[in-house]
């Protein structure tokens, strides 16, 4: 059987931190380590600047349309139920394809929700529905109280009377959801 000596290793190992005496193996592992490090840096540049593209396409695709459904519909959506509810319009007033109307606005709904979450957000993080919520409280909110409004004030029946004034609410459907996303991300990040 061969002896080993112990001592022997262990001080060469420690040599190779503190001494000079391996120059061209430590070198040759500097040089390893370097290229390892720099090869991933470039190939993140070139996939954070593809995958950025992919985010501005999604926003401008998805998000910006979806958003303009959704935060409409909604508002549509609040005023017919705050003129049946609140105002006590009788049923048989409705047009006779009224539940056809109601099923085409909550399918509009439907896709505006999967366009935004999936246009701003990840559709696999069940946080990220957060951004579709907010645009329909807020469209929602806002059709109720011009709703409502109407009935009180002239400007309100004005504003629904030419429905151009209601596009000046639109840019908050478009801030709110960023706001919120931002807010979900910040707290999962907390956890």
Do not use: C
Request: hydrophobic residues 50%; charged residues 25%.
């Amino acid at each position: 059987m061969r002896k080993v000596k112990l001592n022997d290793k262990s001080e060469k190992s420690a040599d190779a931190f503190f001494d000079d005496e391996n120059f061209p193996e430590n070198e040759a592992l500097n040089f390893a380590d370097g290229a390892k490090m720099s090869k991933p840096e470039t190939d993140k540049n070139s996939a954070g600047a593809r995958k950025s593209f992919v985010n501005v396409l999604k926003q401008l695709f998805l998000f910006l349309p979806g958003a303009f459904l959704l935060f409409f519909m909604s508002l549509a959506a609040a005023m017919i139920a705050v003129e049946i509810i609140v105002f006590r319009r009788a049923v048989e007033t409705l047009p006779d394809d009224y539940p056809l109307q109601f099923a085409l606005i909550g399918f509009v709904i439907l896709l505006g929700t999967l366009m935004t979450w999936f246009g701003l957000g990840d559709i696999k993080n069940r946080k990220h529905f957060v951004i579709p919520a907010s645009i329909i409280v807020m469209g929602a909110t806002f059709g109720a109280i011009v709703r409502a409004g109407a009935k009180i004030y002239d400007f309100f029946d004005l504003t629904l009377d030419d429905f151009g004034f209601l596009i000046y609410l639109f840019p908050l459907a478009l801030i709110v959801p960023v706001l919120a996303k931002g807010f979900v991300d910040r707290k999962s990040e907390d956890v």
